[in-house]
């Protein structure tokens, strides 16, 4: 079946530093999304992209899609403590089932 | 509240008992879903409804779980004979079939077996 893998698991950055996260699937993906979970907290969507080698911003965040449909990245530049929370990456590849990655656990110190 | 709601917030019960779980969707939303979060994971997912259809179970979805849609309305998730490796959070989550398909999740269920 699908699998959507991202790395790093975990990461602690100094406020003002970026912080980057990838996300691969072991299949073709019609579409992906990415969420935010906040500890305690239930996901978040942030933005779907469709396209292959779409890129879009959100303020701070820029979301990439590979140019296969089998990967993407979430870069967000000087981070701040608001930042903190576990960023998932989900996929369809085509059913009606979002696979969603192990996320990324981020850190933020002031 | 217009948002996904979810029912109980947290149940704690003894190894063996059945459970259930009720989600209320987005009122307009013709897709709900069902995933399971343990800690450090993401979401797994386990069914979804389109409309009152349950279209699609995952592997997860032992024969101890079932799901219902009735009307097409609000969900419930049953888990019969709970067993310790089911504590998790039950997590429900609702879309209106489009070209955006962006899930909102409840705050979910959270399940502790004893």
């Known amino acids: 079946g699908q699998q959507v893998m991202q790395i790093p698991q975990y990461q602690h950055v100094q406020e003002g530093e970026d912080f980057t996260t990838y996300c691969n699937s072991s299949t073709t993906l019609s579409n992906i999304q990415w969420y935010k979970q906040r500890p305690g907290g239930h996901p978040v969507f942030l933005i779907q992209l469709v396209k292959s080698g779409e890129v879009k911003k959100q303020k701070r965040l820029t979301f990439q899609f590979g140019e296969a449909k089998k990967n993407s990245s979430l870069h967000i530049t000087a981070t701040q403590t608001t930042d903190v929370g576990t960023y998932f990456c989900a996929g369809y590849s085509g059913y009606s089932t979002l696979t969603f990655g192990k996320g990324t656990m981020l850190l933020v110190s002031p | 509240d217009t948002g996904v709601s979810q029912d109980p917030r947290h149940k704690i019960t003894k190894r063996g008992q059945n459970v259930t779980f009720r989600c209320d969707p987005i009122s307009e939303h013709n897709r709900l879903y069902w995933y399971r979060q343990t800690l450090g994971q993401g979401p797994e997912f386990l069914t979804y409804f389109q409309n009152e259809a349950q279209l699609e179970k995952s592997r997860l979805l032992s024969d101890r779980f079932s799901a219902e849609r009735p009307k097409g309305s609000f969900s419930t998730l049953e888990i019969q004979r709970t067993e310790q490796g089911d504590s998790a959070m039950y997590l429900c989550?609702?879309?209106?079939?489009?070209?955006?398909?962006?899930?909102?999740f409840g705050e979910g269920s959270r399940l502790t077996v004893l």
């Open positions: 989550a609702s879309t209106l079939l489009g070209p955006l398909e962006e899930l909102f």
